[in-house]
Antibody, heavy 122, light 106 residues
Framework: QVQLQESGPGLVKPSETLSLTCTVS?????????WGWIRQPPGKGLEWIGSIYYSGSTYYNPSLSSRITISVDTSKNHFSLKLNSVTAADTAVYYCARDNGSGSYGGWFDPWGHGTLVTVSS | DIQMAQSPSSLSASVGDRVTITCRASQSISTFLNWYQQKPGKAPKLLIY???TLQSGVPSRFSGSGSGTEFTLTISSLQPEDFATYYCQQSYTTPYTFGQGTKLEI
């Protein structure tokens, strides 16, 4: 069954760029589906960041779109998130998940990675 | 953005109880509504998608209903493993948005 695993630094300095990768196992990304990023600040709720199709088509949350880039590498069967100019408000557990929607609508998330805590601090 | 509001924010219940959680959308979202369960330190788990379709492997005591702007998640007979936080999520349009969560406590 499909498994997802986030990886990347757990500590990022303010104003720098947060970079995470989600490696997908037991399923080839280029078979289809969108793939998404969702984050959860400590003790708070969930926020959708954006989703990408294997072809590279992306949908971003407008609240973050000026700072984010989501990319896909089908040869490595992974997709990535870059969030620049981070502040303490970007401290969160970052999850990757398969987005079962059609891009701009219909998306539910399953399965999810375990999540990775990224702390923004000097 | 479509705002999602859950009620109550927290709920105390006992094993065997029937529990209902409500999710309201700021505009009509047809049946584009999904429910997740999250336990401490774990990733959310999809329970129900498209308002009432039970995800594979989810016990039948979970059910979803509603349309338009008001939706409910019902647990027919609470089990010890059901004590968790529940989130609704609209998938009518991006940006996808989640409710603030309902913490179900013993």
């Amino acid at each position: 069954q499909v498994q997802l695993q986030e990886s990347g630094p757990g500590l990022v300095k303010p104003s720098e760029t947060l970079s995470l990768t989600c490696t997908v196992s037991d399923y080839s990304i280029d078979r289809g589906y969108y793939w998404g990023w969702i984050r959860q600040p400590p003790g708070k709720g969930l926020e959708w960041i954006g989703s990408i199709y294997y072809s590279g088509s992306t949908y971003y949350n407008p609240s973050l779109s000026s700072r984010i880039t989501i990319s896909v590498d089908t040869s490595k069967n992974h997709f990535s998130l870059k969030l620049n100019s981070v502040t303490a408000a970007d401290t969160a557990v970052y999850y990757c998940a398969r987005d079962n929607g059609s891009g701009s609508y219909g998306g539910w998330f399953d399965p999810w990675g375990h999540g990775t805590l990224v702390t923004v601090s000097s | 953005d479509i705002q999602m509001a859950q009620s109550p924010s927290s709920l105390s219940a006992s094993v065997g109880d029937r529990v209902t959680i409500t999710c309201r959308a700021s505009q009509s979202i047809s049946t584009f509504l999904n429910w997740y369960q999250q336990k401490p330190g774990k990733a959310p788990k999809l329970l129900i998608y498209a308002e009432s379709t039970l995800q594979s492997g989810v016990p039948s005591r979970f059910s979803g209903s509603g349309s338009g702007t008001e939706f409910t998640l019902t647990i027919s007979s609470l089990q010890p493993e059901d004590f968790a936080t529940y989130y609704c999520q609209q998938s009518y349009t991006t940006p996808y948005t989640f409710g603030q969560g309902t913490k179900l406590e013993i």
